[in-house]
């Protein structure tokens, strides 16, 4: 099992970019699939970006493609979260989450393990 930690987010005006980071415990890192997901006040969680065990396969919801990039360094037990292009719409609680299959769903019920999330807001 792993134990995931988020950091990163803040206050942000429209148009800008923050980068989202996911430290993971242990020595296990690399045999998960990770993911992040969001739940603005109100509404259900939502899938926003996922990548594979190895970091070669990536999946993007439609609202962030082009603006938000996923990655991972096994080497650092770290997954990241780029956004760019943040537009009001993006604020949220932002979530990173491990899944053993190791392919990049976007089902929530999926995945095994969730960090406690980090605040993301973004300003007019």
């Known amino acids: 099992q792993v134990q995931l930690v988020e950091s990163g987010g803040g206050l942000v005006q429209a148009g800008g970019s923050l980068r989202l980071s996911c430290a993971a415990s242990?020595?296990?890192?690399?045999?998960?699939?990770m993911g992040w997901f969001r739940q603005a006040p109100g509404k259900e969680r939502e899938f926003v970006a996922a990548i594979s065990w190895s970091g070669g396969s990536t999946n993007y919801a439609d609202s962030v493609k082009g603006r938000f990039t996923i990655s991972r360094d096994n080497a650092k037990n770290t997954v990241y979260l780029q956004m760019n292009s943040l537009r009001p719409e993006d604020t949220a609680v932002y979530y990173c989450?491990?899944?053993?299959?190791?392919?990049?769903?976007?089902?929530?019920?999926?995945?095994?393990?969730w960090g406690q999330g980090t605040q993301v807001t973004v300003s007019s």
């Open positions: 989450a491990a899944e053993s299959v190791r392919y990049p769903t976007e089902r929530l019920t999926m995945y095994d393990y």
């Open positions: 242990g020595r296990t890192f690399s045999r998960y699939a």
